[in-house]
């Protein structure tokens, strides 16, 4: 039996871009210049060179040594695949030497997968830390004079990846602000987009609805397959996801158990056809309405998102939350009209029209196309002009 569709908006058109061509896979509507810290200890170093050259952002990066096998190979994913995404132009590595993947290892394998321009320093090679930020500013204010360069082109929303993330829900999550996300999935999809939605732990009690929207009985099935080993990993290790899974937060907020989170977490996604089921950090290869296994801790999905490619991500709260991310915009709305107003700081949208009852949850999702297509076009959200650069890597098991 096949999930039952919304009727979407036929009359709405798909509409055109600004971005930055790509030799490589989608346009960026972002061009930074990324210093990428290829373990923690290049952290600082990469934070104080990006504060030193317009249009350079950094990331914080909490591992890259004392790990198991697994562990660097997703930290390997995930920096290979903010390297790649399309918001950025160029990258500059700073490792320190003795982390367990080198940093010209790391310049390598996004050399590999990308003709954007890649340099790399490490700070015990370059004899400490003042003289590898200025080297590293040197190569960065270069990449930023020849980003600037760049011309923007016109792109079909074809060419747009989105990522779908909640945080912070609360009940008016799941019966508003999520829908009204659902419904500019559709819509988004119905022009020929591609639409992410991650949180695999948040399908759990309601995967049997999401497999429905399987394309086929195969990405039915792997929806199945991905909630059944997510449990089974945690119970491996004697745990409960359950014990974690609705947040103290949540539960604050009216939501009972995961059962109930979660059907409130699978409406962000929409109802068109999923796709491609997809590993944290993996590009989608098809085009239309694609899920990813992820943690359901928000900061964690969107880091795997936007390792995938994600040129955008919006966020449903219903609670609230500043986060960010320094390589792609996240667009935060919420349905609880409190929240909005002491978090306005924060908010990017107010969707309480639809608990009030005076807006339908198709007729906001209709609307935000065009805060989706003003944010594509350059406009920042919120946590972009604050600057707001939350990561967080998912693991398998312990430091060593």
Known sequence: MCARQSDGTPDLKGFKFWGYRRAEGRPGIRNHVLILPGCACGSESSRIVASQVRGAVNIVFNTGCSD?????????????????????????????????????????????????????????????????????????????????????????????????????????????SNPAVGELSDILVDMGATTMMSESIEWIGGEHVLAKRGANKEIHDQIIEVCRAYEEHLTAAGQDCRAGQPTPGNKTGGLSTLDEKSLGCIRKGGTRPVVEVLEQGVPPTKRGAVVMDTAGYDISSVTSMAAAGCQAIIFTTGRGTPTGNAIVPVLKVTANGRTYQKMEDNMDIDLSAIIRGEKTYQEMGREMVDAIHDICNGKMTKAEAFGFSDIAVDHVCRFV
């Open 68 to 176: 198991v096998a697994a562990n660097t190979e997703m930290s390997q994913k995930v920096l290979t695949g903010f390297a790649c995404n399309p918001n950025v132009y160029g990258v500059v590595i700073i490792g320190l030497g003795c982390e367990t993947v080198p940093h010209y290892k790391l310049r390598e394998n996004i050399q590999a997968m990308t003709s954007k321009p890649v340099v790399s320093f490490g700070i015990q090679d370059e004899g400490g830390t003042l003289k590898t930020i200025e080297k590293a500013v040197r190569a960065a204010r270069d990449m930023a004079a020849e980003a600037a360069m760049q011309q923007k082109e016109l792109f079909d929303i074809s060419e747009f990846l989105m990522g779908i993330e909640c945080g912070g829900s609360d009940a008016t999550s799941g019966i508003a």
